[in-house]
């Protein structure tokens, strides 16, 4: 099997004409964006809840710490504007004023949600409606509904006067747009359907057309006009397919508002870049980022707070997308709700975070709430103003960072892998329940799945970008990975088909391409759009007992798996067979298509089975692993230099050519790099 793999393979791939990197937007063209050669360390701060004196003495500990940026004006709309077209500014003009004495940069934040308590009082829209009709007030934050055109309008003029404002205001580094905005609620008024069915006429034109798009000759549910329509249920029972289209009204609301706020941005502060704090994969709506985001977006941003290194890099990338600037953490691990912290972990993220790719960190938050539902929040500084231990951690990473700055770093790293993120698989591939089937069939979940093929690629220290391939090019990457991506559109499937034609190399797992754009199953061969592509056709599938089993290479590949898809290769050649099932069926098959080749792996995507097939392509498609590691330690190459991350609890030994002195902790080593529990190293 090994001389067979490896031949057939090498004679495909090294015929392949492979993509070579596009240029990237220079970030060096906006001289007053933050650049090469800087990074920051600060925190989020919210003076609302401080005294004029407890001001003075927040700002004066932040410029001992070295903190170079802080975060304000989230969550603030009401101290902005306490009544209707009525601003204060006062205030805030003087701590923006200290802020900038202070040698502190500032990311002002557009406040637009939560609304305030006089804008739901004025205009009835503005309130949530839930979906037995039962009008609720704003008891939490983020319940507004931000497609009454009330709010709207309402918050425009608050981003207009903002950004007006303090638009020539030195210490503005950049502008955030409503924090968190994915975490807002669904709302069911009748204003609320009628903007639905607004949206619905201009996506499919005529009642026949939603008829078929939404399967409703099933269960008698055919719709005579576009006044039969209800809005779908998030929560509760409904087919998957209206639950798909509720579920893009909302993005397209949110992405709106972020868009609108973006265009009165560049009308006042035209060479300011925005850097928000948005939740794309928030539970309650969520909104589809990766297709939308160079709209409104100049540094990926989002709140870091990892349960694990693999976790929290995969979702600092899906914020990266495919953007040239850096990475901001607008909110950053420091301590949480119930908890403390942890002596060194804030340290070792910042250093990881620099792995890959951060040039901002903002600690959240800077003082310990003592009022509203934070009020276990434990921040930098404690209830009683006392400076804890973690604003001595931050000062540490604040003076390691300055010196780092002058090291090449932020690092502007260039992705030669392209991992494939769905929004519309993401929400079609788990649909409200209980009556869709497609909830019995797509195990694990989506998420899970698309991180399962991130995951020997981080471990491998290779740099990997997420991406929609719908909406961002394929061709700066030697290879795109699609990982379980059920639901495959027109256009998707054109960008795939186009990639691997021209040269590119795409491997597809099972679950992938078995739904149309509307969420209804393919009714031609699986994968759906592609199987000339991949070679093959695909429909049954089974479970087995025992993990399954195939053979590469000569290796022994215990998936960890127990579900696998039956593949019927056409033109596909069959190169790994499962071991350990009756009909012992391909496990992983590849299709000469074009220049290019198509691989298809017949399991759900989980490191235990994708990484042993990434690692037999790496060379073959010329990428080359970064620098070898132990379990737990992460590291990237950084103009010349090794940048090493122990992430465990445990102390780890790297091998390395001759005798160094390491740059961060000053240690000579010979032979081996020796780190402690949570430290790093930088060696030449």
Known sequence: MHNRFHTLVLSLLFLSAFATPAATE??????????????????????????????????????????????MGDLSWDSFEPSQG?????WF??????????????????????????????????????????????????????????YVREVGTLADTLTKRYARHPAVIAVGYDNEIGNGFMSYSEADRLRFVAWLKAKYGSIEE?????????????????????LPLADGPGPSERYLDL???????????????????????????????????AERRGFDYLATYKS???????????????????????????????????????GGGGYYGTPGRSRMYAYLALLMGTQGILAWTFNSHSGGEEQALFGLVDHDGTPSWKVDEFA??????????????????????????SFDSFIDSHPNGPSNTALQYFKPPYVEQVQGAFEPLFRANIDTAIINVRYDSLSPYKMVIVPADYLMDPASAKAIRDYVSGGGTVVMTAFSAKVDEHGQWFETPLPGLLSDVFGLKTNAFYDVQSALRFEMDGDSIDTGVHRYEVLEPSTATVVARFTNTTDR???????????????????????????????????????????????GVYARIVAGRTLYVNTTGQEKRIPIAGARKGMITHREYEREVILGPLEADLIP
């Open 396 to 421: 540490r990473i604040a003076s390691e960072f300055k010196q780092l700055s002058k090291l090449g770093f932020p690092r502007y790293n260039q992705p030669q892998v392209a991992i494939a993120y």
């Open 86 to 90: 009525k601003f204060e500014f006062a």
């Open 26 to 71: 220079d970030p060096t063209l906006h001289p007053n964006w933050p650049g090469p050669g800087q990074l920051f360390v600060g925190t989020c701060y919210q003076p609302i809840d401080r005294s004029p004196g407890q001001i003075d003495d927040d700002i004066a500990i932040m410029k001992r710490a070295g903190f170079n940026v802080v975060r």
């Open 247 to 281: 579920h893009r009204y909302w993005s397209d609301v949110t992405v709106q508002r972020l868009q609108e706020l973006e265009a009165i941005c560049r009308r006042n502060m035209p060479d300011t870049p925005s850097i928000s704090n948005l939740w794309d994969t």
């Open 210 to 230: 939603l008829n078929r798009a939404w399967a409703t000759q099933r269960w008698s549910r055919r719709l005579n006009s576009f006044e039969d329509v209800d």
């Open 93 to 150: 003009d003087q701590i923006m004023d200290k802020m900038q004495a202070a040698g502190i940069r500032v990311i002002l934040d557009i406040p637009g949600t939560p609304a305030p308590i006089w804008l739901h009082r004025a205009y009835q829209g503005v309130d949530i409606v839930a979906q037995n009709g039962t009008r609720l007030p704003a008891a939490e934050r983020y319940m507004d509904n931000i497609s009454d055109p009330d």
């Open 296 to 334: 409104y977006v100049s540094y990926g941003a989002e709140g870091f707070y990892p349960g694990d290194p693999i976790s929290g890099a995969f979702g600092a990338l899906m914020t990266k997308g495919s953007l040239a600037t850096p990475v901001w953490f607008n909110e950053f691990t420091a």
């Open 585 to 631: 069926s391909p496990a992983v098959t590849i299709n000469r298509f074009g220049k290019g080749n198509a691989i298809y792996l017949a399991t759900e995507s989980k490191a235990s089975s994708d990484g042993p097939v990434l690692n037999h392509l790496y060379k073959l498609v010329g990428i080359q692993p970064g620098p070898q590691t132990p379990e």
